[in-house]
């Protein structure tokens, strides 16, 4: 039964973590943060990636197109890569109205991307849901 | 023979946008009592924030749906379960406690939902006031302390947010007038949250009224109050005008005054719009 600060803690045992935060995509807070900040400040990372985040997330063009009611948000996660980094950004549904996300930041030698997005998935399940 | 020279045009006025920042912190007494880790309630004008050693624990206001409205309002928990703990809280229990042990809650979705409140109504309590604070000492909050936060990381989310709505549409009348509706020819498409908000304006609720409704921070449903505002779908309702007065003046002058054209009252706000979209520039 974790809560932010153990979720993230636990992020940040993934291979080639560097820094992990939970952010919320309205305004761009970060409600927990850990390891490094990338870009060298923490609430910086949080309010470009929220940007990021929120771009993504109320698009048409990036919702699944089989028919049914999207989730809200549409998307699951978001994964950008440059030369030596990845970033995983991964939506968090709640069952309570909120827009936040888990941002996980990965030496690229060292980081398994594959592995960082499922653990990711999992551990967005367990903060909100026990 | 004399010059005449033409007189420059006085300079448009420009509020000081940075006179905020400049002076620090948001309230000189919250910062000395954060200093003095103070336990208590701050009580101001718009909100009120309990502090535990000089940390903030909690914030209310009534411009902010609570907790309790975040937590039940879409089922996350039932409203009897709240009541319970609310009721069975004392002074050796704590109220979060006794909703995470009693299995009703994870405790991630407490800290998320308390912290997510917590910033909303601290964004309103710490709002210009025009009366001053008053600190209570002593006194704490039967929630108890989910996730202290710094003053400082407080009062500077407070500015942050002041600055990011300031960008998204620098009109606050928004924020507290009822709000309504504005038909466009060609409305430009709405994020999914935003519609929600769009939904239910309807010229009588305002921004607070919509976010109980929705169970979201207060502050999020100005976010998109503000977007829906700068994309010309919704505006402040304008107090209608008295008509008389506006009719009894036009007689006077004899001139039948088109449709249109019959309340000055629009063309001011709408030029006032233009002027902070102008300045936000």
Known sequence: ?130 | MTMVGTTPPPRLPVRNKAAGSRSGGVSPMLTRLAAERATGVLVRECGTLYLTEGRVVHAESPLAPGLDVILTAHGTLDARAWQDAVDRADQRHDADRLLLDGGRLAPGALELCHLSALYDAAYFALAPSRTPGHFHYGTTHWLGSVHPVPVAAVEHETLRRRSLLHRIWPDPASDSAPLERVDTAAAPAVAPRQSAVLGRVDGIRTAADIARELGRPAFHTLVAVRRLAAAGLVAPRTPPTPAGAASADRAGTGIAAPDGLRTAAPDIALLKRVRDALEAL
């Open chain 1, 1 to 130: 039964m974790p809560g932010i600060d153990e979720c993230l803690l636990e992020a940040m045992r993934l291979p080639g973590a560097r820094g992990a935060a939970l952010v919320d995509w309205t305004s761009g807070l970060a409600l927990g943060t850990v390891g490094e900040p990338p870009g060298g400040d923490h609430e910086t990372a949080a309010a470009e990636a929220a940007e990021l985040a929120r771009l993504a997330a109320e698009q048409r063009a990036f919702a699944p197109d089989d028919g049914e009611e999207a989730a809200d948000p549409p998307v699951e996660d978001l994964i950008l890569s440059n030369r030596d980094s990845y970033h995983v950004l991964r939506f968090v549904r709640t069952s309570f109205d909120s827009s936040v996300f888990l941002h996980l930041w990965l030496a690229r030698a060292d980081g398994n991307l594959a592995l960082a997005r499922i653990r990711l998935g999992e551990m967005a399940g367990r903060l909100v849901l026990g």
